[in-house]
């Protein structure tokens, strides 16, 4: 079974960075897809944000308010995705979903089989 684990969550002044993690065990991380979303406490669903994806590590936003703040990367060695996020807004204060599949590329949260947690991110002065 494919278990998600994510960290690196936190409060986080304006304008400053976080590193988000995610960690997949008992799955070949290599043939994952995988994805961040977000939710905020005013919207029933989660957010896309951006996906990576196992083939040749395509990345995919599709996300306007977050283009070129947040970067998402991965490391196969390490079973490990990355959510790089920079300038930090208020309304980025979030809970923070990894997910992945078996999937090539998707914006859906219907096509992720596999989720975290979450991750809380706050951003405030």
């Known amino acids: 079974q494919v278990q998600l684990v994510e960290s690196g969550g936190g409060l986080v002044q304006p304008g400053g960075s976080l590193t988000l993690s995610c960690t997949v065990s008992g799955g070949s991380f290599s043939t994952l897809t995988v994805a961040w979303f977000r939710q905020t406490v005013e919207k029933e669903e989660q957010e896309f944000i951006a996906?990576?994806?196992?083939?040749?590590?395509?990345?995919?936003y599709d996300n306007d308010s977050v283009r070129g703040r947040f970067t998402i990367s991965k490391d196969n060695d390490k079973n490990t995705a990355y959510l790089q996020m920079d300038n930090l807004k208020p309304e980025d204060t979030a809970v923070y979903y990894c997910a992945a599949g078996r999937i090539y590329m998707s914006i859906s949260r219907y096509q992720y089989n596999f989720w975290g947690p979450g991750a809380q991110v706050t951003v405030s002065s």
């Open positions: 996906c990576i994806g196992y083939r040749n590590n395509r990345a995919v």
